[in-house]
């Protein structure tokens, strides 16, 4: 048997994988033709080993568990809000360390660079001037926050905590899909992804170096503390929910468990003197740091939302004055603003004088004439986006849409081009899969997260979402996607599988 023309895997005792086909895709296990994964060799004759009953029952309990733990997220539909496990595969995706360097490498060359970016556009504004991206896709941007000019944050680090969004190509080339610089979610999973593993299959991972994912809380309060105000003795840091309504609760208490500082909401904090304070039973207590999971229409009613009620009154104002220190900063969102995505390799080129060492996805921004004509006229051939959606939310994947999806979707582009963008289909790559007619491909992308105060360090992995069901390309967890843990190999890891 072969996979993509990849080297086929040793005969087991059970071959588990004897009958898998990826197909045209790119493999994450086998790879193809052209880029065997060697580096999975030792993992995939163990999976091989395995009986599928076997795996299937430790697949059920492991589910079992997280929901038991409480791993779970809301999904919020008509009939109400439901309470899910996000979907977890046991068959790991596994990532070489030189690719890993590679990508890595990448993720600190976005950070940089986007920081850069909002840095400049708050201060001098230079890029708007020598025409790199149109000033007025920045300035009348709905994120664009006028609040921020002129205001220096701490190591001129305004996106704090970000998620990338990468796909693998048919050719088994990395691409940037999409930026999150404003609160992204994910990166629980990606920790009790790997103690889930550790429990269910420690015959699996043993012996193979596999790099470690749970000091992320330890990085985080790191870098949470290193742009705290100066304040005597060990800053006072909070994670600032909007509370247990929240799609991504778990998440919060999760990372105020792991940073082991206290969860609040808007109500347990006031300013006073243009200072923080959390509300205890000893009397008000001074905050320095916020990791804040509240997007910028809700921080801070007095000046932005006034109807919000889970902000905190004053707190602009306290940031301003540099009394306390928010991740991340606000007016992030213009960053990840999928039209101003298309200009990152721009932007590269222009403060760093490099070429981008992960190339964006090819991108047409339907507020120019040119790229809305090129996309009604090809509809049918591309995948249009929402500029301001998050989720998978207002997405027409042109080739599997039907003819009513198709219209309604020129309907929109034509009544709000500046809304939209569009690129083609990417053939993401698959990973084999658990499903009830036994070891599938399903497609998977990758969310790294980088941690970013004076300087920027990279999970190891990060969350690689599965498109669970069979023909999707959308693995986002609010349209029925799932996740697997993300192994990176440790340098020295050997191409046949064994440890150096």
């Known amino acids: 048997m072969s996979v993509n023309g990849a080297t086929a895997p040793r005969a087991g005792a059970r071959d588990l994988l004897a009958s898998y086909d990826a197909g045209i895709f790119y493999d994450e296990l086998f790879g193809n033709a052209d880029k065997p994964a060697g580096h999975t060799r030792l993992i995939r004759e163990r999976l091989n080993q395995l009986d599928f009953e076997d795996l299937r029952r430790r697949a059920t309990d492991a589910e079992k568990e997280l929901y ?8 919020y539909a008509a009939q109400g809000a439901e309470d899910r496990i996000l979907p977890f595969d046991v068959i790991p995706r596994v990532i070489s360390a030189k690719e890993w360097a590679h990508l890595e490498a990448g ?8 920081n850069l970016f909002l840095h400049d556009i708050y201060h001098d504004q230079k890029i708007l001037k020598d025409g790199i991206i149109p000033a007025e896709l920045v300035l009348g941007n709905a994120n ?22 990468l796909v693998r190509d048919r050719e088994g080339t990395f691409r940037v899909l999409e930026d999150n610089g404003r609160v992204p979610s994910g990166v629980s999973y990606v920790v009790e992804n790997r103690h889930m593993m550790q429990r269910v299959f420690p015959d699996l991972m043993r012996d193979i170096g596999i790099r470690p994912v749970d000091n992320y809380g330890h990085k985080l309060l790191e870098a949470m503390s290193e742009i705290a105000p100066v304040a005597e ?11 247990s309504y929240n799609s991504a609760y778990f998440e919060h208490i999760f990372l105020a468990r792991e940073m082991g500082v206290p969860l609040v909401e808007g109500r347990d904090l006031v300013v006073e003197n243009h200072r923080v304070y959390m509300k205890t039973t000893d009397g ?8 804040r999971r509240i997007g910028d229409d809700f921080l801070d009613p007095t000046a932005f939302n006034p109807d919000s009620l889970l902000g905190v009154p004053g707190i602009l104002e306290a940031y301003r004055r540099g009394n306390v220190a928010l991740a991340n900063a606000i007016g992030t969102g213009v960053a990840d603003d999928k039209a101003v995505y298309a200009y990152v390799p721009r932007m590269i080129k222009y403060y760093l004088d490099q070429d981008a060492l992960i190339p964006n996805v090819d991108t047409r921004i339907c507020r120019e004439h040119d790229a809305l004509t090129y996309t009604l006229d090809n509809l049918d051939k591309l995948v249009v986006k929402p500029v301001g959606e998050a989720g998978g939310y207002g997405i027409t994947i042109g080739p599997r849409a039907s003819k009513a999806e198709l219209d309604d979707c020129r309907a929109k582009l034509i009544a709000d ?11 993401l790559s698959v990973c084999p899969t658990v499903t009830p007619d036994g070891i599938e491909p399903r497609h998977v992308d990758l969310r790294p997260f980088a941690v970013t105060g004076s300087k920027t360090w990279v999970l190891p992995g990060g ?13 986002n967890s609010s349209q029925g996607g799932g996740s697997k843990d993300t192994w990176v190999l440790e340098n020295g890891v050997l191409e046949n599988g064994g440890a150096a």
Request: proline share 9%.
């Open 284 to 291: 008000l207590a001074p905050v320095h740091s916020i990791y």
């Open 68 to 75: 038991n733990l409480g791993i779970t997220f809301l999904i």
């Open 417 to 427: 081009p500046s809304n939209y963008i569009s690129q083609p289909v990417v053939d």
């Open 463 to 475: 969350l690689s979402r599965v498109a669970l069901q069979k023909g999707t390309l959308i693995v």
């Open 233 to 243: 003795g060990d800053p006072e840091v909070a994670l600032l929910s909007p509370g």
């Open 107 to 114: 993720i600190k060359q976005r950070v940089a660079t986007l």
């Open 144 to 165: 664009f926050r006028p609040q921020m000019a002129g205001l220096d944050v701490p190591f001129d680090t305004y996106i704090h905590i970000m998620g990338v969004d």
